[in-house]
Every structure is written in structure tokens, then in C-alpha cells.
Nanobody, 115 residues
């Protein structure tokens, strides 16, 4: 079993930046992938960004060039650096990992972009 704990959400003005963190309860070295998803009110949960064991990354078109996913294996942590935030980025952001065939989710952290 893997526990994922997200942090770093909050209220930010349009154009601002935030860094989200997702810390796993054990080493992420063997994780197939780790990713960030988000869910806005009334909408389906969607992939934002993912990073694979090889280090390759994948981004939703809506966040490319604005968001960056990275990891620190020594800290069992994955980050999502978000810049040039827009009101449409407002959502609950969830961390997810694949360990073998199992999928684990964090509890989510709220990001609100508003003036």
C-alpha cells in the first residue's frame, strides 16, 4: 500500500505561480509513473502532467509551457510547478501513482485562481 500526500494548494491571482508537492509513503524509485490530475466542479477528472520511471514527461495541451512536473527520488516527492495561472486552472489537484498494476491516489489539494 502507498499513501500519497499532496500540499501546496491555495488561492492565487491570475498570472501567479504555485508549487504543488506529492510525497509518497515509500520510495518512488520503482513506481511506473506518477502524475497530477485535476477536477473542476461539474467536470471530469483530467490528466495534467505525468512523469515516468524513465524520466520522460507528458503534459495536457492546456498546461504545456506553463506547468512543469519533476521529482526528487531522495525525498519520495513529485512536484508540479505552475506558472501563468489562469482562472480555468481552478480545481482540486490530485496526485496519482502506478505501482505495478495498482493505482493509488492522494486526497487532493485545492487550487483557486481568482482576483
Amino acid at each position: 500500500q502507498v499513501q500519497l500526500v499532496e500540499s501546496g494548494g491555495g488561492l492565487v491571482q491570475p498570472g501567479g505561480s504555485l508549487r504543488l508537492s506529492c510525497t509518497a509513503s515509500r520510495s518512488i524509485f520503482s513506481f511506473v509513473s506518477m502524475g497530477w490530475y485535476r477536477q473542476a466542479p461539474g467536470k471530469q477528472r483530467e490528466l495534467v502532467a505525468s512523469i515516468f520511471s524513465t524520466g520522460s514527461t507528458n503534459y495536457a495541451d492546456s498546461v504545456k509551457a506553463r506547468f512543469t512536473i519533476s521529482r526528487d527520488r531522495a525525498k519520495n516527492t513529485v512536484y508540479l510547478d505552475m506558472t501563468s495561472l489562469k482562472p480555468e486552472d481552478t480545481a482540486v489537484y490530485y496526485c496519482r501513482t502506478n505501482v505495478g498494476s495498482a493505482v493509488h491516489w492522494g486526497q487532493g489539494t485545492q487550487v483557486t485562481v481568482s482576483s
